[in-house]
């Protein structure tokens, strides 16, 4: 049972601004690990796809202990693609820590997450990470980041927030930047100085919000949340209620878990103001009150944001289809797409047109494309529709999700990305120079308009620019916006690619492969120079005869193929064409699998 006095945080910031570094450093500093205990950088981040992309993908929570107190700490999400799961998480604290590049300033993800927490009365504690940057900024950030909260409706009380320095990499956290330490402790004594103690009934009956959801393969699901109320113990009877008030279902605390580090301690009993996991429950969500069975009224909860891009999901059936997966049927896809709408929250599942298709919409393309990647790690093969936004109806008008748009480039790259953003029907809100030489584009652009630009923008700023995304909110639909301009080159004919065949297309554009690849009718093996598509023969031979020429054949001297990533085939596609993902390929195909079909449905289209 936790007796000890108690402080819940949040850790929060955008993404690759450094939290899960920094909370590794609080980890190893408070001897949180065993001294033998071998331990990763970024250790919160537990998934193979968070360590490969280095971004934190869910929420977490771990617990420390300094100078004789508990403190929780919850490890958020900083793509906006994931902020519903930030959202939530500020129900679970009484404190948030804003971490703040000391270069790149407030982003995007910053505004939205100190916004929500602004609102629930917290006092946020100011961090400027990655100050040893050669560029970095750290005066001209406080005071950015001063106006944000200005601008944000901050109270004089919120306004006064202590602001500490840090590099999370090298773990030290100061009050001076020109004085740095050997440690993090002045960020732990701030938190137990300016955050406040949990302010929970301990002798109301027992009351929690569903925060977290997970799946474990032994106890099934497990619940996070903050015990708003009461105390928890182990095999006492529960129910569930949603936001309403409305009975879901009936069970008992089979599991309880307090945390520690990196591991869920299993525990008899814990009081109101802890953040516990529990098992037990097969009904309850995120949203939902779980507590006694004598509570009455559900407690209040932030509903969960809706999915703003759609795809579809459908079996493979490209000549191809079965070689690498084993997970081919539409009921395998099918229960894995339920099993991750149970845990994933903002994901929605529903049946598409066909029985064999699903209908799969969430926050974002990186926020599907995790799912893929993961789908087809285990072993699965599917076929995926081009992204498309989710409309919605208000007022008997048919409105598109908006999002903000904030850029980030050297100036000379500037009027290339103001000219791409303007055909893709966005509005510049606000330019701001420095004098480093970067400039900052915030626009408003309509989400359809977004889709398929990140890569086209990385070509235009030489790799160079940052963008990042929020959605902000839905508003009338504009008129069409700019697409793809080039055609693709489609196989006509089934085989395996010859160097001759791709040595003579490409004058007609860019390759996507290399010789020696299986192709079929229907499959996209490049980008054509024009605006139309191609059928060709990329599996013809060179025609021998006996007679010798005079002098040596020319050598075959091919260009590197355009390598597609997941997120670029998805954004890549039009409405006609598919991504073919297996556990070893990413191809890129049209719905139509003959010549006659793709003339037929070119025929509809128009």
Known sequence: MTTQPMRNIAIIAHVDHGKTTLVDALLKQTNTFDSHAKVDERAMDSGDIERERGITILAKTTAINYKDHK??????????????????VLGMVDGVVLLVDAAEGPMPQTKFVLGKALKLGMRPILVINKIDRGDARPEEVVDETFDLFDSLGATNEQLDFPILYAVGRDGWVAEDYNAPTDNCFSLLDLVLKHVPAPDADTDAPFSMLATIIERDAYVGRVITGRIHSGTAKL??????????????E?????????????????VEEAKAGDIVAIAGMSEAYVSHTVGAPEIEAALPAVAIDPPTIGMTFGVNDSPLSGQDGKKLTSREIGDRLTREAEINVGLVVEQGSTAETFRVMGRGELHLSVLIETMRREGFELSISRPEVVFKEENGQRQEPYEEIVVDVDEEFASSVMEKMGLR??????????????QRLIFEAPSRGMIGYRSEFLTDTRGTGILSRQFK???????????????????????????????????????????AEDVYDGMIIGENAKTDDLEVNPVKGKQLTNVRASGKDEAV?????????????????????????????????????????RKRMRKAAA
């Open 250 to 266: 009936r069970g008992k605390i089979a599991k309880l878990y307090t945390f520690k580090g990196l591991e869920k301690v299993a």
């Open 557 to 597: 001297k091919l260009t590197p193929p355009r390598t597609m990533t997941l997120e670029t085939a998805l954004t890549y596609i039009e409405d006609d064409e598919l991504v073919e993902v297996t556990p070893n390929h990413i191809r890129l195909r049209k719905k139509g699998l003959t010549t006659q079909d």
């Open 235 to 248: 095999n006492m009877p529960l129910k569930a209620m949603d936001r309403d008030g409305n009975e879901i």
């Open 473 to 515: 909110h839905y508003g009338p639909i504009k008129s069409s916006v700019a697409g793809r301009r080039n055609g693709v080159l489609v196989s006509m004919v089934p085989g395996v690619t010859a160097a001759f065949a791709l040595f003579n297309l490409e004058d007609r554009g860019v390759m996507f492969i290399n010789p």
């Open 71 to 88: 403190i929780n700490i919850v490890d958020t999400p900083g793509h906006a693609d994931f902020g519903g799961e930030v959202e939530r």
């Open 425 to 438: 029907k966005a509005e510049l809100v606000n330019m701001i120079a420095d004098h480093h030489g970067k």
